[in-house]
């Protein structure tokens, strides 16, 4: 497919401009940007600029608050719950982590749930803000429902992402950043593009048939949580993606399960809904809150060195460590730039006119 | 295959005179014997009775201390680590789940890493302790390594469980009790047993190719983590059974990867091992931490009936909220008692007939 190549000086620059235009205060339109095209660094490209659009019509439909008064509304020496005041979850997500991290110096962990946000970006982002501090930082999010649980012909949950980051010694940290469905909807995205199938497993038709027609969502199929079906473990990923979904919203006040809001502007809201925009759920962990930091980044080094030079199926160059793809495409995309496809490019021109801003 | 019945109380008093007679103190045999025959009595068969040989071979090879001095060797507000001194891990566990429980009530949260243990029965019991405290309760292990890392044709991983309990109000309990692997090696044996093949996505042969021959393992093969293979999430099974590795085991000086100690007295204990013994990981989470617990548990509630009462794919008749299967199974079992295969009869009769008991 035709692409373009963009620096991400020209992304985060256009980005931030846009945020700004929205009525972001000047940091937090810097700090949306960073976080929206640290996806794209990473080669998650479905959550990054291809979003931008998306973003700016949420606030057009007035569901974002460029504006917002982030804030802590109940909390414990390990806990928090923020009000993300419809902000942008790009924006109300590293606040809330910061949450976490404060926490943890003091009390040893740090535990955040978030209430009346927004879609927050790749929540390996928030997660590894933690890793400076060296601790562990975990980062969930609920989202719109495309998925169904086992058995379940509705779409109830969310994709539902579940990070952890592990800092180590000489070795890069530990970064695993998961949907809890077989697939990332990013990944269907793709093959529709593309027209090809989908491999048995990721999705089923609106009766709950497995499908491999990659355009099953838009006549009322779903998502499968990761397993696939019943017989490959199905419940796991579905209990997984519950979790994040309770995690993220019972305990907040968000709205949880089929009444998260949905992504695109255009959808209706859910009627009923329970609670305040979409939910996160934030860790911080202190290493040396259980061992001494040092002692625990070597043994870390060690368990990455193991596993990496573990023997390989033929064909395959080695066993990866959680987060080595995303860090080798960011080296790589840091330097050589960001490929945008021409769909996208299009789009993000089309949110410049709006503005007076050219890409 | 031939099965007889037993009630619960004959199988606990058994098992509770087996533990005394190991040397265990009364109270920590009866605690030792409640635990693991939640196993049975949830339906988890593999984890229960069946393994009390296993448990008493572990004690004559000296690898089990029956009389533990288990304490906190570091702890913050929020946190400790439990040296378990080589403790049966049914009584280490809920030591260390009741010190989250203990930090939790003061600082919102309690996490607490395990050094120094033995498996623990099912990570459910722990983790269900936290329910009468209106906390949610989280627990996992590391274990033998029978797991297969994406690429890998080495066992690097255990099935490493993970389990969170989460309390409601007038429904059940949301338990998610799940190995991170596509099937928990008790329904590999069962196969194994029956001489049926297993489905494609569970195991693969000593050469990392896919396999349906259950008796794979034997001959150096491997269980995949839950996925199954790259093109469905098993890089996603595999970083959840690290994250449960690392946290119960590089956070807390245990045994991690292909290091931990095998649960077979007969298999040899691994070279170089770089911590003690196997590892835990627990937390407990007060739900009035983040908002006030009636509150919470009706939302709860509103999560588990709007799930339950899903649509269902045809031939189902409906959808499962996790736990609900267990759940069912205690209250049938503890009526109706426990059945058992011969084989595991046989076993348990000559473990009986080492201290002068019956069963």
Redesign the interface.
């Known amino acids: 497919m035709p692409e373009k190549i963009y620096s991400y000086q020209q992304l985060f620059n256009f980005t931030t401009q846009v945020f700004q235009h929205m009525g972001c205060p000047a940091t937090q339109a810097e700090l949306a940007a960073e976080v929206l095209i640290s996806a794209d660094l990473r080669g998650i490209d479905s959550h990054g600029v291809a979003r931008l659009s998306g973003y700016v019509r949420l606030w057009e439909a007035k569901r974002v608050n460029a504006k917002p008064n982030i804030r802590i509304i109940?909390e414990?020496?390990?806990?928090a719950?923020v009000d993300g005041d419809s902000g942008l979850g790009l924006v109300v997500a590293p606040f809330a982590m910061q949450v976490a991290i404060e926490k943890a110096k003091?009390?040893?962990?740090g535990?955040v749930?978030v209430q009346n946000s927004n879609h927050f970006g790749i929540a390996g982002y928030h997660a590894m803000m933690a890793l400076e501090y060296d601790m562990?930082g975990m980062a969930m999010t609920n989202a719109s429902p495309l998925v169904a649980?086992?058995?379940?012909?509705?779409r109830?949950l969310g994709t539902n992402p579940i990070c952890?980051t592990?800092p180590a010694g000489e070795e890069p940290a530990?970064v695993?950043d998961?949907?809890?469905?077989?697939?990332a909807n990013g990944k269907l995205e793709i093959l529709q593009r593309k027209n090809l199938e989908a491999?048995q497993?990721?999705i089923q038709d609106k009766?709950?048939?497995a499908s491999t027609n990659a355009h099953e969502l838009k006549t009322g199929g779903a998502l499968l949580p990761?397993?696939?079906d019943r017989?490959?473990?199905s419940?796991?990923?579905?209990?997984?993606g519950?979790?994040v979904?309770?995690?993220s919203a019972?305990?907040?006040?968000a709205n949880?399960?089929?009444w998260v809001p949905p992504f695109p502007a255009y959808v209706p809201m859910p009627t009923g809904m329970?609670?305040k925009g979409i939910g996160h759920f934030f860790g911080a962990?202190?290493?040396d809150?259980?061992?001494p930091a040092d002692?625990?980044k070597q043994?870390?080094d060690?368990?990455i060195r193991?596993?990496r030079s573990?023997?390989?199926?033929?064909g395959?160059e080695?066993?990866?460590i959680?987060g080595d793809p995303e860090r080798e495409m960011e080296a790589i995309r840091m330097q050589e730039g960001i490929p945008l496809l021409d769909a996208v490019v299009n789009d993000l021109s089309t949110v410049g006119e709006k503005f007076g801003l050219s890409l």
């Open positions: 109940h414990t020496p390990s806990t719950v003091k009390a040893g962990t535990w749930s562990i649980p086992t058995f379940s012909t509705e109830l952890v592990i530990f695993a998961l949907a809890t469905t077989t697939a491999p497993g990721w009766d709950g048939h990761l397993g696939g017989e490959h473990g419940h796991k990923g579905y209990a997984l519950a979790v979904d309770i995690f019972v305990l907040s006040g949880y399960g089929p329970p609670g962990m202190r290493v809150a259980f061992r002692e625990f043994h870390m060690n368990w193991r596993f573990a023997k390989t199926v033929e395959e080695k066993v990866l959680p």
